[in-house]
């Protein structure tokens, strides 16, 4: 039997190229207004709905006509803020481990593009919130700083995957009682974001 595995991803739209903070521009900023955009409504594409998309294309034109199908997934309420816990994470943490960071001013709630706020800012976006049956949990988030001209001084970005770290589940296991595994991959997943933005600033020079 032929398996056939794949992911329909969305742009990344916003990840850009990293960039690594230097030390001398990190002490050139004296606060930062901490923001983040909204989360994406979590898509979940099961065992059941990826194989009627295989078999889709398969009989609308073979692998070549991938790049022409639609995407398939069901849109689910996103059960926890994914974009606030990866902030409260890094946030809570930075302080301690980098100890030039500036001092950091907090918009309550997510922001549009449009109401971004003058002066320095540090903003997190999460470019892709998907679940699948055989990766788990997927996630891209990036977090970028800009001066108050809006040069980026610091960006960089990261993809989790549940599979990376041995915690594939079904759907179901993940949203059973209440999403609770769900919920406690999306936590561990943010702990994770954190982990990689903090150590990319510790490698700064």
């Known amino acids: 039997m032929l398996a056939v595995t794949f992911s329909f991803l969305p742009s990344l739209g916003c990840t850009g190229p990293y960039k690594a903070l230097t030390r001398r521009e990190l002490t050139t ?3 930062l207004t901490v923001v983040r955009y909204p989360t994406p409504t979590m898509t979940v594409e099961t065992s ?3 194989g009627l998309a295989v078999a889709a294309i398969l009989l609308t034109g073979g692998v070549g006509a991938l790049a022409a199908a639609p995407f398939v997934g069901e849109k689910r309420e996103t059960p926890v803020d ?7 994470a890094f946030t809570q943490r930075v ?20 109401s971004m706020p003058t002066g320095p800012i540090l903003a997190l976006r999460v470019n892709l919130f998907n679940f699948n049956d055989h990766l788990g949990l997927e996630t ?11 040069e980026v001084i610091w960006r960089k970005w990261f993809r989790y995957y549940s599979r990376t770290y041995d915690r594939v589940r079904t759907s179901d296991e993940f949203m059973a009682n209440d999403n609770k595994l769900l919920k406690e991959e ?3 997943a943010a702990d994770r974001m954190a982990d990689v933005f903090i150590e990319d600033l510790k490698a700064s020079k």
């Open 29 to 31: 900023i004296a606060s």
């Open 82 to 88: 994914f974009g606030h816990l990866i902030l409260q």
């Open 48 to 50: 059941e709905r990826m």
């Open 140 to 150: 891209v988030a990036t977090i970028e700083m800009v001066r108050a001209d809006r």
């Open 95 to 114: 302080p301690q481990e980098i100890p030039e960071w500036p001092t950091m001013n907090f918009i309550e709630g997510p922001i549009e593009e449009s």
């Open 186 to 188: 999306v936590r561990f």
